[in-house]
T-cell receptor, first 111, second 116 residues
Framework: GQNIDQPTEMTATEGAIVQINCTYQ??????LFWYQQHAGEAPTFLSY????GLEEKGRFSSFLSRSKGYSYLLLKELQMKDSASYLC????????????FGSGTRLLVRP | EAQVTQNPRYLITVTGKKLTVTCSQN?????MSWYRQDPGLGLRQIYY???????DKGDVPEGYKVSRKEKRNFPLILESPSPNQTSLYFC???????????????FGPGTRLTVT
């Protein structure tokens, strides 16, 4: 079966660093995406990993370990505007167009 | 401005009354998709399309139809809506990477549908 797990909620302090984990068990793997979604808005693309390792993009970094079925999103120098849901999604191996999303992690950044 | 548009943004309807939610993108993307988002369940893919006249089922296709007659448009049709189709719906589009895989998706603003 297909399963993607993320923590439901996390809280962190402005200026701090937070790591949001994602574990997946899928019938195939062909890339992992992270999206940000503010309340009431559409998801927006943050990062993409298909090979093991760390991808850095400004304050955001994403890590992938395919052997462990594990990814994390690292947010540095947290700002209040980073309060949002963070969605992990895995691309299916059999279909290059099919994405499976986790339920998302709601991050609250406090002053 | 590159964007995905959806209409309507909000819709309240009654059980059994056919409706269509339109989706249009101006980025010449090959790939388009429909999702529904429900609390605690995340985004679930309903249907996707790899190009004109090519569509396939996602994880929750029951009760929905789609068509892709033009590259820019991908309407979602509910022939006989039921209350369990009350949800927030997103359309998305993306280009393909060098090996033909769908890459970064651009999402529309969402359509909040209530079926009574």
């Amino acid at each position: 079966g297909q399963n993607i797990d993320q923590p439901t909620e996390m809280t962190a302090t402005e200026g701090a660093i937070v790591q949001i984990n994602c574990t997946y068990q899928t019938s195939g793997f062909n890339g992992l995406f992270w999206y940000q979604q503010h309340a009431g808005e559409a998801p927006t693309f943050l990062s993409y990993n298909v090979l093991d390792g760390l991808e850095e993009k400004g304050r955001f970094s994403s890590f992938l370990s395919r052997s462990k079925g594990y990814s994390y999103l690292l947010l540095k120098e947290l700002q209040m505007k980073d309060s949002a849901s963070y969605l992990c999604a895995v691309r299916d191996l059999d279909s290059s167009y099919k994405l499976i999303f986790g339920s998302g992690t709601r991050l609250l950044v406090r002053p | 401005e590159a964007q995905v548009t959806q209409n309507p943004r909000y819709l309240i309807t009654v059980t059994g009354k056919k409706l269509t939610v339109t989706c249009s993108q101006n980025m010449n993307h090959e790939y388009m998709s429909w999702y529904r988002q429900d609390p605690g369940l995340g985004l679930r893919q309903i249907y996707y399309s790899m190009n004109v006249e090519v569509t396939d089922k996602g994880d929750v296709p029951e009760g929905y139809k789609v068509s892709r007659k033009e590259k820019r448009n991908f309407p979602l049709i509910l022939e006989s809506p039921s209350p369990n189709q009350t949800s927030l719906y997103f359309c998305a589009s993306s280009s393909s990477n060098q090996v033909g895989q769908a890459y970064e998706q651009y999402f529309g603003p969402g359509t909040r549908l209530t079926v009574t």
